[in-house]
C-alpha cells in the first residue's frame, strides 16, 4: 500500500489556506486590540476566545452539514470555496478600520471592528471542517498519519510564509505606528491561491469514488471501530474516544495560551518587535515542517499513541524550560532559538496523530462529523484559554505564561495513557520510499 503523495499535497492547499489565516489572527487581532484601540488584556482575551465559542458550534455543524452534501463539486468543496471567498472579503475591513481608527478615533469604529471579526469568524467556520475531512475522505485509514503528516506540512507552510513576509515586512520600531492592510491583502492572495488549487486541480467526486473502490476490494484495511450499523461506538472504544478528546482539549489549553499570546508577551517581556517575535515562531515552526514527515514514519512503527506522548512531554518541558530561563533574565537570548525548534518537533508528533486516532473510530460516511468532534473539543478548550490567560498577564504576572502551559500539556500526556483505541502500527518504508507516488 502507497500513498499517493501528490494527490495529499493538492489536497493540502486548503488546510494552508487556513493555517496562513490563523497565524495571522492569532498574531495580529491581540496586538490591534491592545495597541490601536487600547482594550485590555482581559477583554481582548474574550474577545480572542469568539472564534473559538463560535468553532464549537460550527464546525461540527459544517462537518455534519458536508457529510451529507450532494453537490456536482463534491461534499467539502462548496464549503471550503463560499468559506474562503467570504472569509478574504470580511478581512480586508479589519486593517481599514485600525487604520481608520488610528487617524482619527470615533465610537463606531470599535462596534464595527467587533462586527466584521465576528462575521469573518462564521465564515472560516464554515469550512474548515469540510477542508480538514476532505484528506480522510481520499485516504486508507492504515495511511491517515502518514498523509496528515503532510497535511500539516501544508499547513505549516501556510504559517511560515505569513511569518517570514511579517519578519521581513515589519523591522520598524513598535513604538510607531504602522498599518497591517498589506499583510492581510498578501494574506488574502494566498488563500485564493490555495482555493485555485483546490477547485481546479483536486477532482473530489472521482477522488472519493477511487477510495470507495479501494474499501471494497481490500475490506481488512478499512475495519471500523464503531458497530456494524455505526450508531453506537462499544464502550470501550467510547472510553478512549473521551480521554482522547480530554487529552486534545488540554493540549490546545496549553498550546493556544502560549500562540495567542506570544507576540504581547514578547513585546513586554523581552522587548522585540513584532518581526523579532514572529523569527522566534518561524524557528518554531520549521521545527514542526522537518518532523513532520519523520514523525508519520515514526507513528507507523511505534504507534500513534506513544509519539502523541512524546510530544506532550517534550512540549511541557519545553515551555516549563523557558519559565525556568525567564526567571533568570529578562531579554531574549538566541539560546531559547533551541526550545523553539523543539516546541515545533514536539507539537508536530501531537498534531499529524491525533486526527486520524478520531476518526479511525468512526465509519466513512461520518468522517466530518468526526471531524467535527474533534475540533469541537480543541477549541472548546481555547474559548477559556486567552481569556485565563490574558486575566493572568493583566493581574498577576506575565511569567505565569509558560508554567500555566506547561501544566495544561503535561496533564494530556497523563490522559492519553487511558486511550487504548485509535492506533496503528502499520510498519512503514522506511524514507522517502514511503511516499511513492501512486498517479
Known sequence: ?????????LVGFAFLSICAFWQMYDNLIPKMLTETFGIGESFSGMVMAADNMLALFLLPLFGGLSDKCTSRLGRRRPFILFGTLAAVVLMMALPLLTDSYHASPAGWQIPCFILCLGLLLVAMGTYRSPAVALMPDVT???????????????GALGGILYLLITTFLYKTSRDVYVSYLPLFAIVGGIMLLALAVVMFFVNEPKLVAQ????????????????????????????KSLAFLLASIALWFIGYNGVSTWFSVYAAKSWGMTLGQANTCLTIATAGAIVSYIPVGNVASKIGRRKTIQFGTLLLAGSFFAAFLYT??????????YLLFVLVGVAWASI????????VEMCKGSEVGKFTGLYYTFSMSAQIATPIVAGWLLEHVDYKVLFPYAAIFVFASFVTMGF????DNKVEAKKGLEAFDVED
Not at 486508507?140 to 501544508?154: E, H, V, W
Not at 486511550?419 to 485509535?422: A, I, P, S
Open 1 to 9: 500500500m502507497k500513498l499517493n503523495t501528490k494527490r495529499t499535497v
Open 211 to 238: 477510495q470507495q473502490e479501494y474499501e471494497r476490494a481490500h475490506p481488512e484495511d478499512t475495519l471500523t471501530q464503531v458497530t456494524e450499523n455505526g450508531e453506537m461506538l462499544p464502550s470501550a472504544v467510547k
Open 140 to 154: 486508507p485509514k492504515p495511511l491517515r498519519s502518514k498523509a496528515n503528516a503532510i497535511i500539516n506540512l501544508m
Open 419 to 422: 486511550v487504548k483505541h485509535g
Open 351 to 358: 498534531n499529524v496523530n491525533s486526527l486520524p486516532m478520531v
Open 327 to 336: 526567571l533568570a533574565r529578562d531579554s531574549f537570548s538566541p539560546v531559547l
